[in-house]
């Protein structure tokens, strides 16, 4: 398994943008599909992103669709998650997930690796 770990989170202003990172160590990185969640107070976990294990595959919620961003540098051990033009409603704790596979899921229970979260919260 790996280990991961979120940096990136903030407190911004509508429209304005932020980049989450999430480094994994351990072995294998490239084979690792990786997602992000969200967490909003009161609410579920939800899919927000994911890409596969060589970035030819990615997959975004509906809500983000053209806002956000998900990229890995398999190199680094790195995933991102570019995210503009940010609405209050993408306020929430985002969590980097991993799971040893070759596609894109988007269920939380199909994860087996999660990192600590790191809070975003967009004011208006």
């Known amino acids: 398994q790996v280990q991961l770990v979120e940096s990136g989170g903030g407190l911004v202003q509508a429209g304005e943008s932020l980049r989450l990172s999430c480094t994994a160590s351990g072995r294998s990185f490239s084979s690792y599909t990786m997602s992000w969640f969200r967490q909003a107070p009161g609410e579920e976990r939800k899919f927000v992103a994911g890409i596969n294990w060589n970035g030819g595959t990615t997959l975004y919620a509906d809500s983000v669709k053209g806002r956000f961003t998900i990229s890995r540098d398999n190199a680094k051990n790195t995933v991102y998650l570019q995210m503009n033009r940010l609405k209050p409603e993408d306020t929430a704790v985002y969590y980097c997930?991993?799971?040893?596979?070759?596609?894109?899921?988007?269920?939380?229970?199909?994860?087996?690796?999660w990192g600590q979260g790191t809070q975003v919260t967009v004011s208006s």
């Open positions: 997930a991993a799971l040893l596979s070759i596609v894109v899921v988007t269920g939380t229970d199909d994860y087996d690796c």
